[in-house]
């Protein structure tokens, strides 16, 4: 797993996870926040290693239906459960527009 190592302030050092894979997908994931999520939350950092458990704190019902309204096709607990990356590019592939 690769880290990186932010400074902020003197003697801070937080560490974070890679987000590499989120970052080729930042405009799939700008277009979840704002039409799935809106404005309940919108996440500050989402590493490679996230899931939407970790980018949605509500019920996972209610954004499961929100998926689908927005996407067209339903999503289920397993596919909740991998890397939110692999989640945004499986929504933009399967869409109905």
Same mark, same amino acid.
């Given at each position: 797993m690769l880290?990186?190592?932010y400074q902020a302030g003197e003697g801070t050092l937080a560490e974070f996870s890679s987000n590499t894979e989120m970052q080729k997908v930042a405009a799939l994931a700008e277009e979840f926040y704002v039409s799935v999520l809106r404005d309940d939350e919108e996440p500050l950092f989402v590493s490679d290693?996230?899931?939407?458990f970790?980018?949605?704190?509500?019920?996972?019902?209610?954004? %499961? *239906?929100?998926?689908k309204q927005r996407y067209g096709?339903?999503?289920?607990l397993d596919d909740a459960r991998q890397p939110?990356?692999?989640l945004l590019l499986m %929504? *933009?592939?399967?869409r109905i527009t």
């Open positions: 880290t990186q190592r290693e996230a899931t939407l970790d980018v949605w704190s509500g019920d996972m019902n209610e954004v %499961l *239906n929100r998926c096709v339903p999503v289920s939110f990356w692999k %929504l *933009n592939s399967r």
